[in-house]
């Protein structure tokens, strides 16, 4: 037994099972943890965003705002100014109405028909080449379009079609007017071509339309989408603003152009970063390993077993992984959402979830290592108020780290976040009250902003706990909590085919965790552990004392040998029957542990008598149990409580005096036969043990008064 006084073994050790498969094991998949989590720090730590202030329009600034760097911003109001200038710059463009070209076309055609004086003044034309022509200035005319000589620049400017695009402005567009001679020229030409027409046709048919009148409206639509294409052309003008100007003043009123000024300047902050620089790319390298060369040395020091343990390693890096990826997720929804909510929650909470992960599946005290590894890296990479964001992290995280120890439902989880939510709800008042913005509508975003994370972290704990215990193969107070059901398919079955035995459990139980609780052992799993530690028994039960009745022994039927072997049986049974059912590798090793490698002495003193009294024909390994032997104080109680149990029931009367020689009896003889010797129980811890299972039994079997038989009284 290993007596030493500074030495207290975990008592999470026992939430993992000390079967180590190559995954366990395996240095090289150690390696290739360590690469990831360097990898993924390092990018948390190089692709950090920038801060700037983005105020609401419309809202009116309580500071200063100052140019951090030079930058050009995209100034929308210049922009726009100018385009609407150019707008200005568009006249009016004009169409022959075509109402008009119909009614001309129409009056034509009657002279042709009704008059055959044409005839002799368009010289050899037939009526076809009339009405083709005719045909011709009306397809002309409908295409036709009139405008100013400067709006008629600015669409070849922007390389606008101009064709069929005549300089001419209408004086009144109420009255009809008569086409000019160049618009007259210009028809006859494209109209009615010199190669195609007689020359008196072409005058003939020219002359006459020339004479009629025609009325003029706007092309609106031509009009509109000229306008739309000068400004469309204008381009954008860029303003530049130097460092140390003053971008918004106090008291002024948030404008579009304010906001994209902000906006530019934080896209030249970040790309001044230059993220993709050899040296900005070596910095980030080093702080990761610096980091990590930190985190590495405390955990050989004083976590030993989680460097040794693949699993473990994987569960805290995996942990912590996910607190960085939620953070940057919600900081990176903060920063791009619309409506400043990176201001409106100043001091998002985000620690208290992986403190009480880690609390829950792993120990407080890697819990409270990580809380601060967690709040010094978020605080370095992360767009938040540095001062404020560091003490709501880490006050909360330790408020639920305290308060995770008593943790038995999955519910009191919301329980212990209630609680850290109170802590933060202090430290904003304090923060409010240290600013003098006590009476702001800040102090009201601050704790709902804190109650809300707090809420989805207890939710969130609550989804993922049960995936990382199956996952992980952890088992949790909570864990032990829903294997004590006694619906429990295990159990029921028990309490069922061997009812002693089921009851002989729940005394060692009691026994072991009020034991266990005496030295600050794990009272709980004392108590779960032991309600299966015998559940080999079903297989046989009647072979053992406390399910026999009527007096019935059947050991009497066979020899000492083979009752030896039945007996020793159990713990092989009941191992095989603990893999079948699931149950923790925990309960495993109790059920392995609980006897060690103890003699059947009844049954081997038999065995011995059997050969008149000489022992040396007898081998004591057909007597003993295959252990091994315990290794953890749990697993002694355990066995010290069954065995005192057991053996209590032999006593005429339970008294302190009985009890307390029948302990000191059985304690040392399992010491002489080195049943202790591996595990960390002390010499100080094995006598409070003692004493507790002496007064815990000794309450069990307290006598009670003698009530008389009723009679009747008339």
Known sequence: MH????????????????????????????????VFFIFCLFLFLHFRDVKVETLEIGSIAQNFT??????????????????????????????????????????????????????DEAGNATFEDMYEGMDAIENLMLTLRFTDPRTLNKMEEVKLDTKNYLIFAPPDLNQKVKLPRKIRDYIREK????????????????????????????????????RSTVQASVPEKYTHVAAGNRIIDQGDKITPRNLAMLLSMKQVLREKRNLWHPATIIGSLLMTLIITGICYPYLVVNHKQIIQSNRKLFLLVTIVLLTLALSKLTESVLISSYGNLIDVVRYPV????????????????????????LVIVLSMTLAFDRPGFMIMNLAPAIVAI????????????????????????????????????????????????????????????????????SSFKIMTEVTLMEYMDPNNDLLRR????????????????????????????????????????????????????ENQQAEMNIHQLLTPLESGQVIIAHVSEGVLMARKAGL????????????????????????IDAHGGDYTLVDQKDFRYAGPKPRS??????????????????LETIDEESVRELSDRLIKEKAEDGQFDECPLTFQELAVVKETLIATLCAFAHSRVKYPRREEYK
């Open 494 to 545: 028990l309490s069922i085919e061997a009812p002693g035995t089921y009851q002989h459990s729940v005394v060692v139980g009691n026994l072991a965790e009020a034991a266990a609780l005496a030295i600050g052992a794990n009272g709980l799993f004392c108590r779960v552990s032991t309600l299966y530690h015998d559940i080999g028994k079903m297989v046989t039960p009647q072979y053992f004392t």
């Open 66 to 119: 100052v140019a951090q760097v030079d930058f050009d911003f995209y100034d929308n109001e210049v922009t726009l100014l100018l385009r609407q200038q150019a707008g200005r710059d568009i006249g009016k463009i004009y169409v022959i109405s075509q109402k008009e070209i119909r009614d001309n076309r129409d009056l034509f055609e009657d002279f042709l028909v009704k008059k055959q004086s044409w005839r």
């Open 584 to 607: 923790p590798e925990q309960f495993i090793d109790i059920i392995k542990e609980h006897h060690g490698t103890t003699l059947v002495y009844y049954f081997f003193k038999k065995q």
């Open 191 to 226: 109209a009615l071509p010199e190669d195609h027409y007689e020359p008196e046709t072409a005058k003939f048919i020219i002359d006459w339309f020339a004479d009629q009148g025609w009325k003029f409206e706007e092309d609106i639509p031509a009009q509109r989408k000229l």
């Open 3 to 34: 007596d030493k006084l500074n030495e207290l073994k975990n008592d999470s050790e026992l939430k993992f099972s000390r079967e180590q498969g190559f995954f366990d094991k395996s240095s090289g998949v150690r390696a290739l943890i360590a």
């Open 402 to 469: 305290l308060n995770i120890k008593t943790l038995r439902q999955r519910k009191e989880i919301f329980i212990v976040c209630g609680k850290a939510w109170i802590c933060s709800a202090l430290i904003v008042l304090s923060i409010n009250f240290y600013n003098n913005t006590v009476w702001g509508t800040g102090i009201m975003t601050d704790l709902f902003g804190s109650a809300l994370c707090m809420l989805l972290t207890a939710v969130m704990v609550v989804g993922l706990l049960p995936l990382f215990e």
């Open 350 to 373: 985000f620690v208290p979830f992986a403190a009480i992960m880690l609390c829950c599946l792993m120990n407080a005290h890697i819990a409270t290592f990580v809380s601060g590894f």
């Open 633 to 650: 104080k749990e697993s002694a109680i355990i066995m010290i409580a069954d065995t005192l149990e057991a053996a209590s029931r032999s």
